[in-house]
């Protein structure tokens, strides 16, 4: 079983900056993609920032040059640096892997259990 943990939302003000940190425990033989993706109320789930396990980067463009997405293989972990918050940035921001249990398993999805931003004044 695969477990994610999610750290580092809040209330933030307009302008300001969170970390987001994920880390993934349990029988893990190795981690592919990793990523964030949010969902404001009334919305769909979207992709916000993805990385490779060869560190190909993806943001999408409401976050370029706001956001910068890491992640530290050794730590089974996965960052999200968030500079410039604005309001439209509030939402529930959810860390996702695609992994492999074991060698012969097909890559499956996993997901954190989500965390608050809100960014107000």
């Known amino acids: 079983q695969v477990q994610l943990v999610e750290f580092g939302g809040g209330l933030v003000q307009p302008g300001g900056s969170l970390r987001l940190s994920c880390t993934a425990s349990?029988?893990?033989?190795?981690?592919?993609?990793m990523g964030w993706y949010r969902q404001a109320p009334g919305t769909q789930r979207e992709l916000v920032a993805g990385i490779s396990s060869s560190s190909s980067i993806n943001y999408a463009d409401s976050v370029k040059g706001r956001f910068t997405i890491s992640r530290d293989n050794a730590k089974r972990t996965v960052y999200l640096q968030m500079n410039n918050l604005k309001p439209e940035d509030t939402a529930v921001y959810y860390c996702?892997?695609?992994?492999?249990?074991?060698?012969?398993?097909?890559?499956?999805?996993?997901w954190g259990q989500g965390t608050q931003v809100t960014v107000s004044s």
């Open positions: 349990g029988i893990i033989f190795t981690i592919n993609d």
């Open positions: 996702n892997i695609k992994a492999r249990s074991r060698s012969y398993t097909r890559l499956s999805d996993y």
